[in-house]
């Protein structure tokens, strides 16, 4: 854990790597547009987009195939 602490303290350039968060309307879908501030204010994300499924909660293939 200490040697993985050093690693993310000198690692701290910005992430170029697009990142889609898509969660259900009923589970993590509400949380993930603070979680896309987060990781763009604290972690470097250039780019986080998020999509919430409406109706869905956690196996979103089998809750909303389309």
């Given at each position: 854990m200490?040697a993985?602490?050093?690693f993310?303290?000198?690692h701290?350039?910005?992430?170029?790597?697009?990142?889609f968060?898509v969660?259900?309307?009923h589970?993590?879908?509400?949380?993930f547009p603070?979680?896309a501030?987060?990781?763009?204010a604290?972690y470097g994300?250039?780019?986080?987009q998020?999509?919430i499924?409406?109706?869905?909660m956690?196996?979103?293939?089998?809750?909303?195939?389309?």
């Amino acid at each position: 854990m200490p040697a993985n602490a050093y690693f993310n303290a000198e690692h701290t350039e910005p992430i170029d790597v697009p990142l889609f968060l898509v969660g259900g309307e009923h589970l993590f879908g509400p949380i993930f547009p603070t979680l896309a501030d987060s990781l763009h204010a604290n972690y470097g994300w250039a780019a986080v987009q998020v999509h919430i499924i409406d109706g869905a909660m956690h196996y979103l293939v089998e809750e909303r195939p389309d």
